[in-house]
């Protein structure tokens, strides 16, 4: 943890893309600031009824409401030949700060889900809900619908403030609670002010102009691109603060909150063939005390607002702002809008990134149970009801909801007296079966690719349990079922499901082709390495095989795989032809 960043500050530099003229700027660029503060032509575009779109550029404003226009691609090619529209649908993303949501919520998700979204809700790995398959004209039906239970879509996506995430470890009742306190604080300070939200989708009066600006943070143009924070209670770094923009690591003493030490820079989105984007690990710059955590995201949001590329959208993450005006001129430029200096960071300790399955007391004596849920998708499946059981379990549960960083799902804050009922239900519908996967499968992660999202190369939530069958079949083999392994699996480059800090790791080429990654480390703190490129399922089984011999054989005494993968050195083996031939 290096503190040297606190060096005397770098002369501020502001010869920033945003004076030049707008037109010299990215396309997006011009689109936001010429986009009356988000509302664009979408209340237009909604009432066409020739075709299930809306025009180009509503498309990315919608973004910033929270929703994707999306195609089936599974029946693109058929639609084509029969000269139809793609099968444009809808996914609209809830805005849902630390993933905590009440039954009463929950069973509003259930039944917007069941009437309008295909009959499933998506669990993502940002703890929140997406519903896809969502036509045009219900769109305002389902924003309503989350209203009526206080929930919105507002700035789940766009270039602006992401869903805000925070630490599920259930154990900690009390620091949880102030940390998720936090979350929810700083997601309402930095969403979006703009009406056009509640205009477009509540059908409410433009108010009359106050003579303040309309977005105090943003302005015109918004961020260069998304913009992600997250909150980590140690020693469970389920959030992987590393791979935020802007992460909270919590410092407390006696189990009372005091500060944060302050990470920036992480993102995982890379593109083939293109070095000039890479997955970076978040620097911690130094800490804060907890009240001047409003006061930091301001001043981190602001420095990427002002410094981000708004030229080469490839480039607009804060990562790359990061590591083009250097750590310390950025560490410099924030603690001069904050106003004073960062304090040296304090020493932290992480353990895992992943989740703690099944139950657990909290120290206020309340239990909570963690559900396995196989890459965050719920449904009633052909062997296994999940989504009639949850909605059994949301009818009768008196405590919280939360939605894992894992795409995991705890039912929280049970009173011990309540805990016979759920397990009950748990048992009736046999969900506690979820929870008896092996160490690979219960902490494994993939994104949702095909059909719905228009950037997958490959699959990845419909392949990687079958994949997990067939790797568990080789750690069986050498006595390693139940040994806890990351895997996580992307159907592009962009890293929705954080790859690149998994052991394994595994991202989309073309159908069937994959990258291979080994070596992230166990607790998100180490980019895993490259060992295979654009390779189909019977080559990755067959290095697999090998690496998982050599650590049953050649592990140290409580050695993890990634660490050993490392230590092994795979990816300059294969890379230098030795691997395969051993
Ligand atoms: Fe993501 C784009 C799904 C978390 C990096 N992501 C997309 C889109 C919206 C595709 C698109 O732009 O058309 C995907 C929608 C697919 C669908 O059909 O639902 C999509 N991302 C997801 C989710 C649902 C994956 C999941 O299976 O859970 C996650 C929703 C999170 C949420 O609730 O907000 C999701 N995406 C992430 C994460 C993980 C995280 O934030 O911790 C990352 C890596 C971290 C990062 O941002 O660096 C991530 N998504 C991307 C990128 C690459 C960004 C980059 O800097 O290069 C894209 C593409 C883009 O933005 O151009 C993308
Ligand atoms: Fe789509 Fe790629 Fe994200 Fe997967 S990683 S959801 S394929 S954008």
């Known amino acids: 943890m290096s503190t040297d960043t606190l060096a005397p500050r770098a002369p501020v530099d502001r010869s920033r893309d945003l004076s030049q003229p707008l037109e010299k700027l990215g396309p997006d660029e011009t689109l936001k600031a010429n986009s009356d503060q988000l509302r664009g032509t979408i209340a237009e575009g909604l009432e066409a009824e020739l075709t299930a779109a809306v025009p180009g550029n509503d498309i990315k404003l919608m973004k910033f409401h929270g929703l994707y226009q999306q195609d089936d691609r599974d029946i693109r090619d058929e639609r084509r030949r029969q000269r139809l529209e793609p099968a444009y649908r809808f996914m609209a993303r809830v805005r849902l700060p630390g993933g905590v949501l009440s039954p009463t919520q929950w069973l509003k998700l259930d039944a917007l889900g069941r009437a309008y979204a295909g009959e499933t809700l998506r669990l993502t790995t940002r703890q929140t809900f997406q519903l896809h398959r969502v036509h045009k004209k219900d769109l305002r039906a389902v924003i309503q619908g ?24 259930p154990e900690l009742s009390a620091l949880h609670a102030e940390v ?82 302050v990470a920036i820079g992480g993102g995982m989105g890379r593109t083939d063939q293109a070095p000039k984007t890479y997955p970076r690990l978040a620097s911690v710059i130094g800490y804060i005390p907890k009240d001047k955590v409003i006061a930091t995201c301001d001043a981190v949001m602001q420095v990427q607002r002002d410094y981000g590329d708004r030229v080469d959208r490839g480039r607009a ?36 990134n992943g989740d703690a399955i099944g139950w657990q007391r909290g120290e206020d004596g309340r239990e909570h149970f963690t559900l396995f849920v196989e890459n965050g998708r719920v449904s009633n499946f052909a062997d296994l009801a999940l989504f009639d059981g949850l909605r059994a379990i949301a009818e009768i549960h008196k ?22 009922a759920i397990e009950a239900l748990l048992n009736e519908y046999r969900l506690d079966a979820l929870n008896r996967g092996s160490g690979l499968r219960l902490n494994s992660m993939a994104c949702v690719a095909l059909p719905t999202c228009g950037l997958a190369m490959a699959e990845s939530e419909r392949y990687l349990p079958s994949l997990v069958e067939k790797i568990d079949a080789i750690l069986a083999g050498h006595g390693l079922a139940e040994e806890p392994i990351t895997i996580r699996m992307t159907g592009c480059p962009n890293g929705c499901a954080r790859p690149y800090i998994a052991e394994i790791g ?33 080559t990755i089984l067959e290095l697999l095989g090998k690496v998982i011999e050599h650590f049953a054989r050649e592990r140290q005494p409580e050695e993890r795989f990634g660490d050993f993968a490392i230590r092994a050195g795979y990816a300059a083996e294969v890379k230098e032809g030795r691997f395969f031939n051993d």
Not at 511 to 538: A, D, I, S, T, W
């Open 317 to 352: 993450r804060f990562k790359y702002t990061i590591d083009d005006k250097g750590l310390d001129f950025i560490t410099a430029e924030i603690e001069s809008r904050l106003g004073f200096p960062l304090e040296p960071a304090k020493p932290y300790h992480f353990t895992s």
């Open 399 to 420: 405590g919280m909801f939360r939605v894992t960083p894992n795409q995991n799902l705890v039912i929280a804050d049970i009173e011990p007296s309540d805990r016979p």
């Open 146 to 169: 989350l209203r009526d239970v206080l929930l919105d879509t507002k700035a789940a996506c766009g270039d602006d403030s992401r869903g805000v995430m925070a630490s599920i470890n």
């Open 180 to 261: 998720h306190a936090l979350a929810k604080q700083a997601s309402d300070h930095a969403i979006p002010k703009t009406g056009a939200y509640r205009e477009i989708w509540y059908g409410e009066e433009r108010a009359a102009p106050s003579g303040e600006p309309e977005e105090p943070l943003y302005g015109k143009t918004y961020m260069p691109r998304k913009f992600k924070i997250g909150f980590v209670i140690p020693p469970i770094n389920d959030i992987d603060v590393y791979a935020q923009d802007l992460g909270f690591i919590a410092i407390s003493e006696g189990g009372e909150l005091k500060g944060f030490n």
């Open 506 to 538: 595994l991202t989309g080429r073309a159908p069937g082709k994959y990258n291979l990654y080994l070596g992230g480390g166990f607790h998100g703190q180490r980019l895993n390495k490259m060992v295979l490129e654009n390779v189909g399922e019977q």
